[in-house]
């Protein structure tokens, strides 16, 4: 995104979904029609994994992975094997930009049989990954259709390297923190390189811990930050502890308590809930304001976890991520604007209303950006 757009993009993420779930009814099985059906409703870009650790550690090579959870409708809920990922990933690219969709890079870090994200040790080694996969996007010629690169998926909390490279871990007893100044160096580091290689491309790390020490986090070096924003994110709902969810991920006991309790406790308590997601959005507007850099959202504003299970029914959740859009659209901070993360063709409760995903994406790319965000943009390297 090294020229801000005129007006939000419209965005989704498919994660490692785009990759993984190639199955029948998985929904990615046709890319060709995944997205003339992510077209139809009006979206622009979609944001993907480009598994940046195994495209450096081997460009032809197929590759196992350990499934994250079986309880969630993203990627594989089995092991499997993906096909060699640089082919795959221009291939999909080259699709989207028939289509006019540009696309965000970004990785989970999965993990394959030989772990090998593991072995990155340093910023130096992050920054390479990043550079090796690129590369082989600019050699294809398809760099137009990149707005932008996130080195790590909600860091840190999918940057399980990290944790095994912590210089405290010996005597630390509290949880490894973004503000600490190994850790700000390391984001700092990682982006230079890169950027070094690549000055056109739009840089950041994404994350969704941050909300009440914004004002502590050094993101000078960020081109854009992309908040994630939850009306059920614990660090400032009581919803997930309420209803007795704690991310179980190869149990369903989690999605029975949310069945049971979600809906029911949300609307017993409406006002205060919506009043803890909009007072989400209005922090990272204020850190937006206070950094002039832009925002992109693309895992937001309901439910953190939710798919097409029995009990689990989506209108509240499209009225509640509806109305969070149209908050949203007002601030002229967003440069890229999600309606869920579960804007995908596997949720098919969601999927299938495509009447209400083309408001939300009319909106979406009709509203104003503040003249600041360019400004700032056009100052940087």
């Given at each position: 995104?090294?020229?801000?757009?005129?007006?939000?993009?419209?965005?989704?993420?498919?994660?490692?979904?785009?990759?993984?779930?190639?199955?029948?009814?998985?929904?990615?099985?046709?890319?060709?029609?995944?997205?003339?059906?992510?077209?139809?409703?009006?979206?622009?870009?979609?944001?993907?994994?480009?598994?940046?650790?195994?495209?450096?550690?081997?460009?032809?090579?197929?590759?196992?992975?350990?499934?994250?959870?079986?309880?969630?409708?993203?990627?594989?809920?089995?092991?499997?094997?993906?096909?060699?990922?640089?082919?795959?990933?221009?291939?999909?690219?080259?699709?989207?930009?028939?289509?006019?969709?540009?696309?965000?890079?970004?990785?989970?870090?999965?993990e394959d049989t030989d772990n090998l994200r593991m072995n990155i040790r340093t910023p130096q080694d992050q920054a390479k990954i990043?550079?090796?996969?690129?590369?082989?996007?600019?050699?294809?010629?398809?760099?137009?259709?990149?707005?932008?690169?996130?080195?790590?998926?909600?860091?840190?909390?999918?940057?399980?390297?990290?944790?095994?490279?912590?210089?405290?871990?010996?005597?630390?007893?509290?949880?490894?923190?973004?503000?600490?100044?190994?850790?700000?160096?390391?984001?700092?580091?990682?982006?230079?390189?890169?950027?070094?290689?690549?000055?056109?491309?739009?840089?950041?790390?994404?994350?969704?811990?941050?909300?009440?020490?914004?004002?502590?986090?050094?993101?000078?070096?960020?081109?854009?930050?992309?908040?994630?924003?939850?009306?059920?994110?614990?660090?400032?709902?009581?919803?997930?502890?309420?209803?007795?969810?704690?991310?179980?991920?190869?149990?369903?006991?989690?999605?029975?308590?949310?069945?049971?309790?979600?809906?029911?406790?949300?609307?017993?308590?409406?006002?205060?809930?919506?009043?803890?997601?909009?007072?989400?959005?209005?922090?990272?507007?204020?850190?937006?304001r206070a950094t002039g850099l832009g925002l992109v959202t693309t895992e937001c504003w309901a439910m953190v976890d939710w798919k097409d299970w029995p009990g689990l029914e989506w209108d509240w959740i499209l009225d509640l991520n509806a109305r969070a859009v149209?908050?949203?659209?007002?601030?002229?901070?967003?440069?890229?604007?999600?309606?869920?993360?579960?804007?995908?063709?596997?949720?098919?409760?969601?999927?299938?209303?495509?009447?209400?995903?083309?408001?939300?994406?009319?909106?979406?790319?009709?509203?104003?950006?503040?003249?600041?965000?360019?400004?700032?943009?056009?100052?940087?390297?």
């Amino acid at each position: 995104m090294a020229k801000t757009p005129t007006h939000p993009y419209a965005i989704t993420m498919w994660d490692f979904s785009w990759i993984e779930r190639r199955w029948p009814g998985a929904g990615y099985e046709d890319w060709d029609l995944a997205l003339d059906e992510l077209a139809e409703r009006g979206y622009d870009t979609v944001r993907i994994d480009a598994f940046p650790h195994l495209v450096s550690a081997d460009p032809d090579k197929a590759w196992d992975l350990v499934p994250v959870w079986n309880q969630t409708s993203w990627g594989a809920q089995s092991p499997i094997t993906i096909p060699p990922v640089v082919p795959a990933l221009l291939e999909f690219i080259r699709k989207c930009a028939e289509r006019d969709i540009k696309v965000g890079l970004s990785t989970w870090y999965r993990e394959d049989t030989d772990n090998l994200r593991m072995n990155i040790r340093t910023p130096q080694d992050q920054a390479k990954i990043w550079i090796d996969t690129i590369r082989h996007v600019a050699d294809a010629g398809l760099m137009d259709s990149i707005i932008y690169v996130d080195l790590c998926n909600e860091f840190l909390p999918w940057a399980p390297y990290m944790f095994e490279h912590d210089p405290f871990k010996a005597t630390r007893t509290s949880p490894l923190l973004r503000t600490e100044s190994w850790v700000e160096e390391w984001m700092r580091d990682s982006i230079e390189l890169v950027r070094a290689e690549f000055p056109g491309v739009d840089l950041t790390y994404s994350f969704t811990n941050e909300f009440t020490t914004w004002r502590e986090q050094d993101v000078s070096s960020f081109d854009l930050l992309e908040p994630h924003v939850w009306m059920s994110n614990p660090v400032v709902s009581d919803l997930h502890e309420r209803v007795g969810y704690h991310w179980e991920r190869f149990d369903p006991k989690g999605f029975d308590n949310i069945v049971k309790y979600a809906r029911k406790y949300y609307e017993e308590d409406q006002e205060r809930y919506d009043g803890l997601l909009f007072g989400m959005i209005d922090t990272v507007a204020d850190w937006s304001r206070a950094t002039g850099l832009g925002l992109v959202t693309t895992e937001c504003w309901a439910m953190v976890d939710w798919k097409d299970w029995p009990g689990l029914e989506w209108d509240w959740i499209l009225d509640l991520n509806a109305r969070a859009v149209e908050y949203v659209v007002q601030q002229g901070r967003w440069t890229g604007i999600a309606t869920s993360n579960f804007c995908g063709p596997q949720f098919v409760g969601m999927w299938r209303e495509v009447e209400w995903h083309q408001r939300m994406t009319r909106l979406i790319k009709s509203a104003p950006i503040d003249a600041d965000i360019a400004a700032t943009r056009a100052r940087r390297p």
